[in-house]
């Protein structure tokens, strides 16, 4: 990239300061949204000056842009982020890039044209990794016994379900993968794991990872387990656990969502630095 080419992180969680770091060596950099204590003291030089009007080519926000009440996440900052702020440093022909875009997102910039960046392949794989790690690690501080030997059911096989076999068989666990065709059971003799059938997994299990965005686990399902069996669901919304019945039934199941941002921010936002590099020399090759 340009060295002329300047391009504003605005907002988000530590992802995207180490994104906006990672940047700094391609292109003019700057960001906004964050309180001086959640910026390195190397990258101080970074904070952008909210007065500076169409300066930026370019806009990446958050991988979540918009919080509960619809504005611009700035969950690092104790000050609202408004986007007619950020509006305003844009160019006339700059440029947002977020992690997904709605109606909403697109009301706010109507002038500008928005790319999703999670919709990204090499986002989504890479991705997968922190995310896996992640996932484990919250097994290793849930569970009073080692992932040594454990009964584990993954279910689904993509990205993260195959990520996920690979970490756990480094633990020595007792992994079977839930699977919904034969794709799904090719993959997991691929992983070197045992796959069934979603409809036919029984329930003789410690540790369960969901990581399909359905229902997989109803009521009715879950009174089968042991309510020693841990329940980590890695599913966007709506997840694949019912937490209300499982809570109910008194099963400790989780929702982990945004793994990658809690467990290995720099990590995570490098992996968006490198992806948003790439769709921007992209963008430029083809004008």
């Known amino acids: 990239m340009d060295k002329n080419f300047n391009i504003l992180i605005a907002g988000g969680d530590m992802r995207q300061v180490y994104c906006a770091r990672k940047l700094a060596g391609q292109m003019n950099t700057g960001i906004v949204?964050?309180?001086?204590?959640?910026?390195?003291?190397?990258?101080?030089?970074?904070?952008?000056?909210?007065?500076?009007?169409?300066?930026?080519?370019?806009?990446?926000?958050?991988?979540?842009?918009?919080?509960?009440?619809?504005?611009?996440?700035?969950?690092?900052?104790?000050?609202?982020?408004?986007?007619?702020?950020?509006?305003?440093?844009?160019?006339?022909?700059g440029i947002v890039l977020a992690g997904k875009c709605d109606e909403k997102l697109r009301e706010m910039?109507?002038?500008?044209?928005?790319?999703?960046?999670?919709?990204?392949?090499?986002?989504?794989?890479?991705?997968?990794?922190?995310?896996?790690?992640?996932?484990?690690?919250?097994?290793?501080?849930?569970?009073?016994v080692t992932l040594n030997g454990l009964r584990v059911l993954i279910v689904g096989m993509g990205r993260i379900g195959t990520a996920l076999s690979t970490v756990l068989k480094g633990f020595g666990s007792d992994i079977t993968a839930a699977v919904h065709n034969e794709t799904g059971a090719a993959k997991a003799r691929i992983a070197g794991v045992k796959s069934v059938y979603t409809d036919r997994a029984g329930a003789d299990y410690d540790l369960v990872f969901n990581t399909v965005p359905h229902l997989v686990f109803g009521r009715e399902k879950l009174t089968e387990f042991s309510r020693d069996t841990l329940f980590i669901d890695l599913a966007s919304k709506p997840g694949g656990v019912d937490f209300e019945a499982a809570r109910e039934l008194g099963i400790n199941a989780i929702w982990a969502l945004g793994l990658p941002g809690k467990t290995a921010p720099v990590t995570a936002g490098e992996i968006i630095a490198g992806t948003i590099a790439a769709m921007l020399d992209e963008r430029r090759a083809a004008i």
């Open 109 to 144: 910039f109507p002038d500008h044209e928005i790319l999703e960046y999670l919709s990204r392949e090499e986002l989504s794989l890479r991705n997968a990794v922190p995310t896996a790690e992640g996932a484990v690690q919250i097994a290793l501080e849930e569970l009073p």
């Open 33 to 93: 949204g964050f309180d001086e204590e959640f910026l390195p003291a190397d990258m101080a030089d970074l904070a952008a000056d909210t007065t500076q009007k169409q300066h930026y080519d370019c806009v990446v926000l958050p991988v979540v842009p918009l919080d509960s009440n619809g504005q611009l996440c700035a969950q690092c900052s104790k000050s609202e982020l408004r986007p007619e702020y950020i509006r305003g440093m844009l160019k006339k022909d």
